[in-house]
């Protein structure tokens, strides 16, 4: 895109809002204190904080008043990707800035919290309360011998009781790890049993759609499954009582104990989230309490502009980063909204409903959503009082330039609309909201403080205006410490550093216009990107091929142009099997029930066979490419195939698509 065609914005803030944001107020402060740019706007602040980045991330403590129990030598003693050290010698607590407003007696009874179900009521949690269940917690689980670096598993909804789980974790030092109820028992498996918990958070079920989901026999196989265990705690969602052997929510709850904030390393583990698991079992990454604490203060803090005045709402659940993402908004004294329940009950409308109840001034959804709104024919200020509502952000695919278009049309003609982009791996964004920046169509608005991004060609070199790989050529502090199990880093390194030595290659395809702006084209891995929930291939592998009708399965996931999400698993059949309806009903439920609702694929399509490289791994991304429109010859090096043939019957596929 060239800056002869640059389009009019769609919308711009106006100087009262760029003078009230809080990164204007950061830049005029750090151009005092620490030499930034105080002219040049956003533009000259972001080059400043890439070249000066030490400077930069002290600057960011000191705003925020980070609370360091010891100081920090330097901050960042080595900038070595991967490897970077930040902060040495700093101690600190996540926990105890999370909750540090409540110290304030003119908020402690404030709203931290706001739970809302499906009925759609919400419900307030104060600062106070919430201090006081994180207190008791905290002291029940060193009374369990928790100990810093120990892991604590949780298997719950978007509930208040998991944001006080995850608060005490980290108030003890231990490390915490969650996945979502409606995850099979298998998928739950597959990542916590790497990093051996040693106490579990278990609800007996949620209620979804409308309907209660039991979970008892599901958490029942966990139990059995991870020896490491040395307590359960039961969440009694549905009513019911806690297993024999479980301890009881209310019970290790109801003291009133004053909160102790372990002091632990600036590195020191906060949590394991987990890659989608493409090839293999998926990857254990661990983020630091304080590289966690620092990102998310300027994301939250800088890019979404939240402050104690808001109410920040994002629906997610609790196995995606953006769970992790939305309870970080504590530390900036902001009111969090968990919704716990389908985003679409009881009618496609639902999140807009929640916001209005609410009153949320930043509303997170996905792309998708946004689409399934627009496609439903929903109106959301006309049905709904949205006046709070400042900003709009979207992420888990990109928005198409049709969702601007709506949500500018259909909830605010002055909206702040911020499509963002991250990723699980730094559980953060790497480009997208700034409250300063005008908002062109279908495109991000600028790359985040601190964050050098490019979009490089495969030889490393920069481009400008073109499609390229997503780089970051910087450490990021909230980069993962490492991968769990991962002794010698190498599957580490082999994960993002692989093609581009020294720079962190992300998987995204990305074009960087010439005004500073970011479209991204979707994955250029084979991730599974549905409603914003990440899962690998190799997941659906291994529940579809226990069937005995399957031989061998490829599921591909596309980004469509429209915004829409074509998710095909194709099935290589054992001789004499048929494609009836009743096998494709089977397969579908071994999906729903062993690893994710949001996975059943979208169409079950018989095929000859499955091609492989020459190493025999399934061809996954050569197969994307040709179902959106490559030509074989570009889409794959025909001398790395075990057989050519078949893959001119995904080309044919894409012809009679389109």
């Given at each position: 895109m060239t800056s002869a065609e640059n389009p009019a914005p769609l919308w711009q803030p106006d100087p009262d809002r760029i003078a009230a944001a809080r990164i204007t107020r950061f830049q005029a402060w750090a151009a005092e204190r620490h030499g930034a740019p105080a002219e040049g706007g956003y533009a000259a602040l972001h080059r400043w904080s890439v070249d000066e980045l030490e400077t930069f991330w002290r600057a960011v403590a000191d705003w925020f008043d980070v609370r360091f129990s010891t100081p920090y030598e330097r901050v960042l003693a080595d900038p070595a990707m991967p490897g970077a050290q930040w902060f040495p010698g700093a101690t600190l607590n996540y926990a105890e800035h999370a909750l540090r407003t409540a110290e304030d007696p003119a908020r402690a009874q404030d709203a931290a919290l706001l739970h809302v179900d499906?009925?759609?009521?919400?419900?307030?949690?104060?600062?106070?309360?919430?201090?006081?269940?994180?207190?008791?917690?905290?002291?029940?689980?060193?009374?369990?011998?928790?100990?810093?670096?120990?892991?604590?598993?949780?298997?719950?909804?978007?509930?208040?009781?998991?944001?006080?789980?995850?608060?005490?974790?980290?108030?003890?030092?231990?490390?915490?790890?969650?996945?979502?109820p409606d995850f099979g028992a298998r998928s739950v498996l597959d990542?916590?049993?790497?990093?051996?918990?040693?106490?579990l958070f278990t609800v007996d079920g949620y209620r979804y759609g409308g309907k209660e989901h039991d979970r008892t026999e599901a958490v029942a196989e966990l139990r059995r499954e991870l020896p490491t265990l040395r307590a359960v705690i039961h969440i009694p969602l549905l009513g019911t009582e806690a297993p024999d052997g479980a301890l009881d929510w209310s019970a290790v709850t109801s003291g009133d104990t004053e909160p102790v904030f372990e002091q632990v390393p600036f590195d020191h583990p906060l949590w394991v989230l987990y890659s989608s698991g493409t090839t293999g079992l998926p990857k254990p990454i661990v983020q630091s309490q304080?590289?966690?604490?620092?990102?998310?203060?300027?994301?939250?803090?800088?890019?979404?502009?939240?402050?104690?005045?808001?109410?920040?709402?994002?629906?997610?659940?609790?196995?995606?980063?953006?769970?992790?993402?939305?309870?970080?908004?504590?530390?900036?004294?902001?009111?969090?909204?968990?919704?716990?329940?389908?985003?679409?009950?009881?009618?496609?409308?639902?999140?807009?409903?929640?916001?209005?109840?609410?009153?949320?001034t930043l509303f997170g959804t996905s792309a998708a959503y946004v689409m399934a709104c627009r496609k439903a024919d929903v109106h959301p200020a006309r049905d709904h009082d949205l006046s709070r509502i400042k900003c709009v952000a979207t992420t888990g695919s990109p928005?198409?330039?049709?969702?601007?278009?709506?949500?500018?049309?259909?909830?605010?003609?002055?909206?702040?609309?911020?499509?963002?982009?991250?990723?699980?791996?730094?559980?953060s964004c790497f480009a997208g909201a700034v409250p300063t920046l005008p908002v062109h169509i279908g495109e991000l608005q600028a790359a985040c403080l601190g964050t050098d991004l490019q979009s490089w060609d495969p030889q490393g070199k920069p481009l400008i205006g073109e499609v390229g790989e997503l780089v970051v050529t910087n450490?990021?502090?909230?980069?993962?410490?490492?991968?769990?199990n991962d002794p010698d880093g190498s599957r580490y390194r082999e994960s993002?550093?692989?093609?581009?030595?020294?720079?962190?290659?992300?998987?995204?395809?990305?074009?960087?216009?010439?005004?500073?702006?970011?479209?991204?084209?979707?994955?250029?891995?084979?991730?599974?990107?549905?409603?914003?929930?990440?899962?690998?291939?190799?997941?659906?592998?291994?529940?579809?091929?226990?069937?005995?009708?399957?031989?061998?399965?490829?599921?591909?996931?596309?980004?469509?142009?429209?915004?829409?999400?074509?998710?095909?698993?194709?099935?290589?059949?054992?001789?004499?099997?048929?494609?009836?309806d009743g096998l494709r009903a089977r397969i579908k439920q071994t999906i729903r029930e062993q690893l994710s609702p949001r996975h059943v694929p979208d169409d079950i399509i018989e095929v000859p066979g499955v091609p492989h490289t020459l190493t025999g791994k399934r061809i996954e991304v050569p197969?994307?490419?040709?179902?959106?429109?490559?030509?074989?010859?570009?889409?794959?090096?025909?001398?790395?195939?075990?057989?050519?043939?078949?893959?001119?019957?995904?080309?044919?596929i894409a012809r009679e698509r389109g």
């Open positions: 499906e009925t759609h009521e919400p419900t307030p949690i104060s600062w106070s309360e919430l201090r006081r269940q994180v207190g008791a917690l905290a002291a029940e689980l060193r009374a369990l011998g928790v100990r810093p670096g120990d892991r604590i598993g949780a298997y719950l909804p978007n509930i208040p009781q998991a944001v006080t789980a995850l608060l005490a974790t980290a108030a003890v030092g231990a490390v915490w790890t969650s996945c979502a990542r916590f049993q790497q990093v051996e918990p040693v106490v304080g590289g966690i604490l620092l990102e998310h203060f300027k994301q939250l803090g800088l890019h979404c502009d939240l402050g104690p005045e808001d109410r920040f709402f994002w629906y997610s659940s609790t196995g995606w980063m953006m769970w992790n993402f939305l309870v970080s908004g504590l530390l900036t004294g902001t009111t969090v909204v968990l919704y716990d329940g389908s985003p679409g009950y009881p009618d496609t409308g639902a999140q807009w409903r929640i916001a209005e109840h609410t009153r949320a928005l198409p330039p049709d969702g601007f278009r709506w949500l500018h049309d259909e909830v605010a003609d002055d909206l702040w609309i911020a499509s963002v982009s991250g990723g699980t791996d730094v559980c450490p990021m502090p909230s980069m993962p410490i490492r991968f769990w993002y550093f692989e093609m581009f030595p020294g720079a962190w290659r992300h998987g995204d395809w990305i074009t960087i216009t010439d005004r500073g702006s970011v479209v991204i084209h979707g994955r250029s891995d084979s991730t599974l990107n549905r409603q914003g929930v990440r899962m690998g291939s190799a997941d659906i592998y291994e529940a579809v091929e226990r069937l005995p009708e399957i031989r061998e399965s490829l599921v591909i996931g596309l980004e469509e142009p429209d915004g829409g999400y074509w998710m095909p698993l194709f099935v290589h059949l054992t001789e004499g099997a048929v494609l009836d197969v994307k490419r040709l179902l959106q429109g490559t030509a074989l010859a570009k889409a794959v090096n025909p001398g790395s195939v075990d057989n050519l043939e078949l893959l001119r019957f995904y080309e044919d």
